[in-house]
């Protein structure tokens, strides 16, 4: 299988828009760890047959940060194929809003669409708003869609205990696989090693 371009976008602010043309294949990565606010809408026009799209999305978020993403996943070419999956942990009193859509024409039947976002809450302060939307114009498609808010998970916790970990490193090992999750679906060796370096380094110095 061809490997897939990846188009690192670490600072989305505002709008940024792009197209895939027909038999591209490209990962789009979306990386917001920072400790400002941030609002930002990430548009991907899908216009071309057997294009394939997949969005990545790795977000931290900590204090009062308050954290705004929207996405579009527009398919306009038939045969097309998108598959987003944004994973967040917040920490803190920090805030997620997120509105995903996918946005199926007429001219793109047999397109695939999917579309999850999984968020982890590290406090009680911490919230998470998934809005998923869909606009199907098409009839011949699959598109699906699902979301995730919850804490850590304690059964994962307990083990790594068990294991002799504590329990400050038993919750980084469990945050950091689970944005690994998605970090393995980077084409790009260097950028998912950076990533992930990245990730865990950050994640070390929130866990308390």
Not at 50 to 53: A, G, H, K, T
Not at 94 to 101: A, D, F, K, P, W
């Given at each position: 299988m061809?490997k897939?371009e990846?188009?690192?976008?670490d600072?989305l602010?505002?709008l940024?828009?792009f197209k895939?043309?027909?038999d591209?294949?490209?990962t789009?990565?979306?990386y917001?760890?920072?400790n400002?606010?941030r609002t930002?809408?990430?548009?991907?026009a899908?216009?071309?047959s057997?294009?394939?799209?997949d969005?990545l999305?790795?977000?931290?978020?900590r204090g009062?940060?308050t954290?705004?993403?929207?996405?579009?996943?527009?398919?306009?070419?038939?045969q097309s194929?998108?598959d987003?999956l944004i994973?967040s942990?917040l920490?803190?009193s920090?805030?997620?809003?997120?509105?995903?859509?996918i946005r199926?024409?007429k001219?793109?039947q047999?397109?695939?669409?999917?579309?999850?976002?999984?968020n982890?809450?590290?406090?009680?302060?911490?919230?998470?708003d998934s809005r998923?939307?869909l606009?199907?114009l098409a009839n011949?498609?699959?598109c699906t869609?699902?979301?995730t808010?919850?804490?850590?998970?304690?059964e994962?916790l307990?083990?790594?205990?068990?294991?002799g970990l504590t329990?400050?490193?038993?919750?980084?090992?469990v945050?950091?696989?689970?944005?690994?999750q998605?970090?393995?679906?980077?084409d790009d060796?260097?950028i998912?090693?950076?990533?992930?370096m990245d990730?865990d380094n950050k994640?070390?110095?929130l866990?308390?």
């Open positions: 061809v897939s990846v188009v690192l976008i600072k602010t505002g940024k828009k895939v043309r027909s591209q294949r490209k789009f990565v979306i917001l760890t920072g400002d606010n930002g809408s990430l548009e991907i899908i216009d071309g057997r294009s394939q799209v969005i999305g790795f977000i931290l978020g009062k940060q954290l705004k993403l929207t996405t579009l996943q527009d398919h306009l070419k038939e194929v998108s987003l994973k942990v920490f803190d920090s805030r997620l809003y997120y509105e995903g859509t199926i024409r001219g793109a047999k397109s695939n669409a999917y579309q999850k976002n999984d982890i809450l590290m406090s009680k302060g911490t919230w998470a998923p939307k606009e199907i011949d498609v699959r869609h699902g979301a808010v919850g804490r850590i998970d304690d994962q307990y083990y790594l205990k068990t294991r329990g400050a490193k038993a919750s980084v090992l945050l950091s696989g689970f944005f690994r998605a970090a393995e679906r980077i060796l260097k998912r090693q950076q990533l992930t990730l994640i070390g110095r866990v308390v």
